[in-house]
């Protein structure tokens, strides 16, 4: 044993214990719009605070000096005052963001909670399906994925894409395949509204948010949702089809690759958006793939194993088992087209 080894080890530990035990901490503050106060009401003592969002000083006390520990919040002695500078206020208190990411504690709570079936499933080989996780699973990853197509599937993913971009400004019909709450589908139905959206997704609870969201957004006029699977999503002559952070879930995804390219025109495009990941495993052995991996281990792998084929691609598949699941559906045009750090953007056509 190597000493100063075992306690680097040790220190990293306690840095990652920390870090779980203040997940619920944050969802804490997410709810009772702690943080939304601090970023608009600047520095504040506990009995500012606590009285700003009706609740007890002795528990936002606590809060606080959990949250200055932690770095998520400043701390200034002399005054007892404690705020959110710019930075911290752009990832806990701004949804619009595309660096905002309390949503995403939603979903590290759903982890714990579906825990006992995960571990159930490790034994007997079966599959979860999506429907069967805890709600917060699906409200957090509204959230924590909505910042990021808020930043990014206008301004650049769609512009990547050949002929795309005008197709939609003149009037297209796009499908939203696995579109969850909607989010993604409200997103280009409020950029481009001479297009028509329709989202698909098999989980009933959600389509019933996403039209609620339509509603909310005005968006209603152009968009329609239909409780459908990947395979088995009616129309056709589609000018465009987007899965977004969808398709490795899948239990079939060559058989849902097949069915996008019978509904779409001979020059509609498929934009294809998956989390980023190297082809090599040990290429993603990085703070990005952890969170990838571990949600791929309670998530998106037993979503997969769920279904018919259950071919558990996970959510660090790479481009080239992407690349090969589009080529074996018959697409013959694959090639990417834009990357953030958390995703990977595809251009796929027949």
Request: hydrophobic letters at 40%; proline letters at 4%.
């Amino acid at each position: 044993m190597d000493q100063q080894r075992l306690d680097q080890f040790m220190g990293k530990m306690v840095g990652d214990l920390g870090a779980a035990v203040s997940a619920a901490l944050v969802i804490v503050g997410d709810k009772l719009g702690l943080y939304k106060q601090l970023a608009e009401g600047g520095p504040q003592t506990p009995a500012q605070l606590a009285e700003r969002v009706g609740a007890r000083e002795r528990y936002v006390r606590e809060w606080l000096n959990a949250q200055a520990a932690s770095g998520y919040v400043d701390y200034d002695p002399a005054s007892g005052a404690y705020e959110l500078n710019e930075e911290q206020a752009m990832v806990f208190a701004r949804e619009g963001e595309p660096t905002f990411m309390a949503g995403g504690f939603e979903i590290v709570a759903s982890l714990f909670r579906d825990e006992p079936r995960i571990t159930e499933a490790f034994k007997s080989g079966d599959g979860v399906g999506w429907h069967e996780h805890d709600k917060c699973l699906f409200r957090g990853t509204e959230r924590f994925f909505r910042a990021g197509y808020n930043a990014h599937l206008v301004a650049s993913w769609l512009p990547a894409l050949d002929g795309v971009v005008e197709k939609l400004e003149r009037g297209a019909k796009v499908a939203d395949i696995g579109c969850g709450h909607g989010a993604s589908t409200a997103i280009m139905a409020r950029a481009f509204p001479k297009s028509q959206f329709f989202g698909f997704d098999y989980h009933g609870p959600s389509i019933e948010r996403a039209e609620k969201l339509a509603v909310d957004e005005g968006v209603s006029g152009n968009t329609t949702f239909a409780v459908a699977s990947a395979k088995g999503f009616e129309g056709n002559d589609f000018d465009l089809a987007c899965i977004f952070d969808a398709l490795h879930d899948m239990g079939d995804p060559v058989g849902a690759a097949a069915h996008i390219r019978q509904a779409l025109k001979p020059d509609g495009t498929w934009l294809l958006v998956e989390p980023f990941a190297n082809d090599k495993a040990e290429d993603n052995h990085n703070p990005v793939g952890r969170i990838f991996y571990s949600a791929s281990t309670m998530i998106c792998t037993p979503a997969s194993l769920s279904q018919e084929v259950g071919l558990g691609l996970g959510a660090q598949a790479g481009e080239a088992r992407l690349r090969a699941v589009c080529e074996e559906a018959g697409f013959t045009r694959f090639r990417r087209a834009a990357e953030t750090p958390f995703n990977l953007i595809f251009e796929v056509r027949p």
